[in-house]
């Protein structure tokens, strides 16, 4: 006489469920965001020369204004790089990314400082963003500051230094950057603050302009603030050395 022995069957751990699900939704957002990024992913030739485009940025203040006629008329006049001074293209580069012309999009050397003074102090108080990372921003994306926005910063200044000239970039900054509420580039800001092209800027006023860039609509030549003060005169430092 024979017998014979069912095994049942081991039901997989909740564990092992929650492993497996969490690896297949992962999979899900990473094709949703790979759809997403070709969805919104630049023609880079119509960007490598030519006239600047406008920016995200830009195009969401005017839809702003629409929605609250009080909001200052936008400000932009997009300059060739032979009409910005090079005092004044030198002092954007010291006080927003001093190794610009050395790394490809992402600073580590800056991005490690950030991260030792952080944590030092507690909080997050320095950012890392370089200047091909804050013309994609301001391009293509939006302020936010979630890590997926974040991560599509990353592919994208990462494609765009393949793909533009650091000339053609740092252009594309300087006419795209924000210098006060509905101020965009320089030439407005130039023609906004003190009445003359960006041609005409002496240095002192392109120390400035520079200096408004952390937070244009709070500390500008117009608000003059101290702490905008305090951020001219770092920034003539490292200018004079």
Same mark, same amino acid.
């Given at each position: 006489?024979?017998?014979?022995?069912?095994?049942?069957?081991?039901?997989?751990?909740?564990?092992?469920?929650?492993?497996?699900?969490?690896?297949?939704?992962?999979?899900?957002?990473?094709?949703?965001?790979?759809?997403?990024?070709?969805?919104?992913?630049?023609?880079?030739?119509?960007?490598?020369?030519?006239?600047?485009?406008?920016?995200?940025?830009?195009?969401?203040?005017?839809?702003?204004?629409?929605?609250?006629?009080?909001?200052?008329?936008?400000?932009?006049?997009?300059?060739?790089?032979?009409?910005?001074?090079?005092?004044?293209?030198?002092?954007?580069?010291?006080?927003?990314?001093?190794?610009?012309?050395?790394?490809?999009?992402?600073?580590?050397?800056?991005?490690?400082?950030?991260?030792?003074?952080?944590?030092?102090?507690?909080?997050?108080?320095?950012?890392?963003?370089? &200047?091909?990372?804050?013309?994609?921003?301001?391009?293509?994306?939006?302020?936010?500051?979630?890590?997926?926005?974040?991560?599509?910063?990353?592919?994208?200044?990462?494609?765009?230094?393949?793909?533009?000239?650091?000339?053609?970039?740092?252009?594309?900054?300087?006419?795209?950057?924000?210098?006060?509420?509905?101020?965009?580039?320089?030439?407005?800001?130039?023609?906004?603050?003190?009445?003359?092209?960006?041609?005409? &800027?002496?240095?002192?006023?392109?120390?400035?302009?520079?200096?408004?860039?952390?937070?244009?609509?709070?500390?500008?030549?117009?608000?003059?603030?101290?702490?905008?003060?305090?951020?001219?005169?770092?920034?003539?430092?490292?200018?004079?050395?």
């Amino acid at each position: 006489m024979r017998f014979f022995s069912h095994k049942r069957r081991r039901q997989p751990s909740l564990t092992g469920r929650l492993v497996r699900w969490s690896f297949r939704l992962l999979l899900l957002v990473i094709a949703i965001d790979t759809l997403y990024l070709v969805h919104i992913w630049p023609d880079w030739r119509i960007f490598t020369e030519g006239d600047i485009k406008q920016s995200r940025f830009i195009t969401d203040y005017l839809q702003r204004t629409k929605a609250n006629p009080h909001l200052p008329p936008l400000r932009w006049q997009p300059v060739s790089m032979q009409q910005i001074p090079s005092h004044l293209q030198r002092a954007v580069i010291i006080a927003e990314d001093a190794r610009f012309y050395s790394h490809r999009g992402i600073d580590f050397v800056a991005l490690q400082d950030a991260m030792n003074t952080n944590i030092r102090k507690g909080r997050i108080k320095y950012g890392a963003s370089t &200047l091909s990372q804050q013309t994609v921003k301001n391009m293509f994306l939006t302020a936010s500051r979630d890590p997926l926005r974040k991560w599509h910063e990353l592919v994208l200044t990462l494609a765009m230094e393949t793909r533009l000239s650091k000339r053609r970039i740092l252009q594309t900054y300087l006419n795209i950057a924000e210098f006060g509420q509905g101020i965009y580039g320089v030439e407005a800001a130039s023609r906004h603050y003190w009445g003359i092209p960006a041609s005409r &800027l002496a240095p002192w006023q392109s120390l400035q302009l520079a200096a408004s860039l952390p937070s244009p609509v709070k500390h500008n030549p117009a608000s003059g603030t101290r702490v905008f003060w305090q951020r001219v005169r770092r920034i003539r430092r490292w200018y004079n050395r």
